[in-house]
């Protein structure tokens, strides 16, 4: 894996093209609600552990690392927007929309508060960390 020295965001590949952002975690939930903050911070130590798990942000998200990206949580205007991958389709209740690329799928929950971060919310989430 290789970190950027510019802005220590981790990339599979050496010399990875993307765009380097100074934004902190902070920066990203600036006018966020309290609630919302809440949410992604029952996230965070949720999926902390899983080893080897990076964080890092981009313009207007934050990005869980293994070997690639395997989550990406976005602040939206209301929701956390909930983003992780799996190599096929999942079907679930929590998961509000896809995208379907290539070799993987991009599953979306969207969640408001800290309430919503349930034990089965978390286990989805660890399928894509386990991708399988």
């Known amino acids: 894996m290789w970190i950027c020295p510019k802005c220590e ?9 993307h765009i380097c952002n100074t934004n902190t975690i902070d920066d990203i939930f600036e006018g966020k609600s309290d609630n919302m903050i809440m949410a ?8 902390i552990d899983w ?3 990076t964080v890092g942000t981009s313009s207007k998200s934050i990005v869980f ?4 990206a395997w989550l990406i949580v976005r602040p939206m205007a209301k929701v956390l927007d909930i983003k992780f991958y ?7 209740r929590l998961i509000k929309k896809t995208n ?14 800290e ?4 034990t089965e919310l978390l286990n989805l989430l660890r399928r894509g960390y386990d991708g399988k």
């Open 51 to 53: 080893d080897p798990c």
């Open 65 to 68: 690392t293994k070997s690639t």
């Open 115 to 118: 309430s919503e971060v349930t």
């Open 86 to 92: 799996f190599p096929t389709l999942i079907q679930h």
């Open 100 to 113: 379907k690329y290539p070799k993987k799928v991009a599953h979306h929950i969207r969640i408001s508060d």
């Open 9 to 17: 965001r981790s990339f599979k590949s050496d010399n990875q093209s």
């Open 40 to 47: 992604f911070d029952k996230v965070l130590i949720g999926v």
